[in-house]
């Protein structure tokens, strides 16, 4: 697949390569950061695992606690 940029078009790439990019840019920029706010819209799956939103008052970020840290 090719997922080079060029001028003028999108880079096409796979959920993988976009995951792990974002990553490493957002680590190498903010290293290790504890992050505060409220939790809001918490649900327990069957699964065990946790799901809410953390947020403040301008903007809110979607989290997942898996059953083996919760």
Not at 23 to 46: D, K, P, Q, Y
Not at 51 to 64: E, G, P, T
Request: glycine share 6%; proline share 3%.
């Amino acid at each position: 697949m090719n997922t080079e940029l060029q001028p003028g078009r999108a880079a096409v790439m796979p959920v993988s390569l976009l995951v792990s990019s974002a990553r490493l840019l957002i680590e190498r920029h903010l290293g290790l950061v504890w992050v505060s706010g409220e939790i809001s819209n918490f649900t327990r799956a069957a699964s065990g695992h946790c799901y809410f939103n953390l947020k403040d008052a301008q903007a809110q970020v979607r989290c997942v606690m898996f059953r083996q840290k919760a």
